[in-house]
């Protein structure tokens, strides 16, 4: 049964529909550019207030920082905005969010791990999974320690990935 915020995720806040959670392993490359590609399409497709955007990491060594310079610099080059701040994963999340969504298999493997102690009525599922092209499987690859090529790659799998979540969540929940 929906709660008076009218969302059928207890704790949630707002007139929500839908709340999606990307994750990483530190929440300062790669789940905050999803974070912030699916805010931007979220509200370019008119759908702000219908679908919550969050972003967290499996740990907490940045916890606090914003995303990376080379990862904010390449969102300001495709047009994007991140402005989320890191921080790690909590009990939380798995009943504030109806959709965790890991980077890589070792992110999911993490959240399974983690929802076991919890009462998560979450689902689970791999970024790349909701790219067509993507081949199966397909992970985020961590450009942390890499150059502005990586994370300029890192951009175009999550873009490409984010319209597909898009668009599934549009079918699947008639948004």
Known sequence: MPTPANHPVPGLVGPFKLSVCFVCLGNICRSPTAEGVLTKLVADAGLRGRIRVDSV????????????????????????????????????????????????????????????????????????????????????????YGGLEEFARMFDMVEAACRGLLARLRSEHGL
């Open 57 to 144: 990491g499996t740990g907490a060594w940045h916890k606090g920082e914003r995303a990376d310079k080379r990862a904010r610099t390449e969102a300001q080059r495709r047009g994007y905005d991140l402005q989320s701040v890191a921080r790690q994963i909590t009990s939380a999340d798995f009943t504030t969010h109806d959709l965790l969504i890991g980077m890589d298999h070792a992110n999911l493997r993490e959240l399974e791990a983690l929802a076991a102690k919890t009462t998560s009525t979450a689902k689970f599922s791999l970024l790349r999974s909701y790219d067509p092209l993507a081949p199966a499987d397909s992970e985020v690859p961590d450009p942390y």
